[in-house]
């Protein structure tokens, strides 16, 4: 990861631990070639490109190739399913990670703006002011990058006219 994401998320981890909840790093900067194995193992898994598109982006479209996204789970099951997001651990998360700069990138309800299946334990670093917007609005990445460009390029506008 990025050093910023990689040091907000030591300070995540270790808040967790001080109320007893103990996380664990799962899987995060991937290259090109990992994503591009990953890829190919899930759709012969599910035996379809539009399923495995689901769950797992293709090699080149992933965030775990930027170095701010990171896979997280329980010390005790690190695999990587919706049942974190049901346990003591990811309820945690998913009210204090915007503290720390991350958002729970892929939520079920947001499938059909994100194009991903609910994946409560993919943490992405926006970093803490945006993280906390996007908490508080409880919005999908897609859309808030959409108000601020709808807001920014409002602006833009408004000072040109005279």
């Known amino acids: 990861m990025r050093r910023e994401a990689a040091e907000k998320l030591e300070e995540l981890f270790e808040a967790a631990a001080q109320e007893g909840l103990r996380l664990v ?7 090109y070639e990992t994503q591009r194995i990953i890829y190919q193992r ?16 293709p090699p080149g479209a992933s965030e775990h ?16 399913n919706m049942a974190f997001g049901r346990s003591r651990e990811g309820e945690w998360v998913a009210r204090h990670a915007h503290e720390y700069g991350f958002i729970i990138r892929y939520q079920d309800r947001w499938t059909d703006i994100t194009g991903y299946a ?16 996007i908490h508080t609005m409880d919005i999908p990445l897609e859309t808030y990058v959409e108000q601020m460009q709808q807001t920014m390029c409002g602006e833009m506008y408004a000072n040109l006219t005279p």
Request: net charge positive.
């Open 25 to 31: 790093a799962v899987s995060g900067y991937r290259s």
């Open 42 to 57: 899930k759709i012969k898994s599910t035996g379809s490109v539009a399923k495995a598109e689901r769950l797992v982006a």
């Open 65 to 80: 190739q930027l170095g701010l996204a990171m896979d997280i789970g329980r010390r005790s099951n690190t695999n990587l």
């Open 118 to 133: 609910d994946e409560p334990g993919h943490l992405r670093y926006v970093g803490v002011e945006h993280a906390t917007v």
